[in-house]
């Protein structure tokens, strides 16, 4: 999985619409990073379709059952049959607001490896986790619990965003990042014999990226709000 372009993904959430999607559509091909867009489960279709071909999609989630009596779940052999090719699995809003565990999230990436898709598995500390100097014990548990304990020899993106960044302006200085991208890579060096991508998320926006993008061992970005503006993502994917 080693490449040396940087990956920008792009987590639309719960925002969007077929507008957008055409406003995107319009999007140039970027000379150095790989470009993954993940829409609402309602504009997958859509992506397809509107979205130029050097756009990867991806979705935001996905159960972690194959199939059965589960209302409004998407299964990750949905998304295959869909032609999804990645999906983002343990956001931080999926671990607080929907209570998502290390367990449940480790059955999600199994699934979602199973169907030959490519997981970007979110883990990251809460500000009281980092005022309390835990920010690695806490990453460390998380990826024994979710990512390590996975059999995979093709596919897997880990995304660091700590919690506390998340849509607030806030990020960690150049040292910290660098200090955590580097803790994370040997952790995962320790146990795949592939190397991992290692995205920042976590407030990244026009004005930042390439100074995030220049840091030691990040791998690329994972991207909120600032890739609604097809403006500012534009040139995200150009840093």
């Known amino acids: 999985m080693k490449n040396n372009k940087k990956i920008i993904a792009a987590n639309w959430k719960m925002n969007g619409s077929e507008e957008l999607m055409k406003e995107f559509s319009q999007l140039t091909p970027p000379k150095h990073n790989d470009v993954i867009i993940c829409p609402p489960f309602t504009l997958l279709d859509s992506a397809k379709t509107l979205l130029p071909n050097f756009i990867k999609i991806g979705a935001?989630?996905?159960s972690e059952e194959d199939n059965g009596a589960f209302t409004g779940e998407i299964s990750a052999t949905m998304l295959r049959d869909s032609h999804v090719?990645?999906?983002?699995?343990?956001?931080?809003e999926r671990r607080t607001l929907y209570r998502e565990t290390d367990t449940v999230i480790l059955k999600k990436v199994e699934s979602v490896i199973k169907n030959e898709l490519t997981p970007i598995v979110c883990i990251g500390e809460t500000l009281s986790e980092k005022k309390a100097n835990k920010t690695?014990?806490?990453?460390e548990k998380q990826i024994d619990a979710s990512i390590t304990r996975v059999n995979t020899h093709t596919r897997l993106i880990v995304a660091y965003e700590p919690i506390w960044a998340i849509g607030t302006g806030l990020t960690p200085n150049e040292y910290e990042i660098r200090e955590t991208h580097l803790h994370i890579k040997k952790k995962?060096?320790?146990h795949f014999n592939i190397d991992v991508p290692v995205l920042y998320?976590?407030?990244?926006?026009?004005?930042?990226?390439?100074?995030?993008?220049?840091?030691?061992?990040?791998?690329?970005l994972l991207v909120g709000g600032a890739s609604l503006k097809k403006h500012d993502f534009e040139m995200i994917c150009n840093c």
Do not use: F, P, T
């Not at 090719?85 to 931080?92: A, D, E, F, K, R």
């Open 201 to 220: 998320g976590g407030s990244a926006n026009a004005e930042n990226c390439s100074k995030i993008l220049s840091v030691e061992n990040v791998d690329g």
């Open 85 to 92: 090719s990645y999906v983002i699995i343990g956001h931080s």
């Open 60 to 62: 935001q989630n996905c």
């Open 188 to 190: 995962l060096n320790l």
């Open 136 to 139: 690695l014990e806490v990453l």
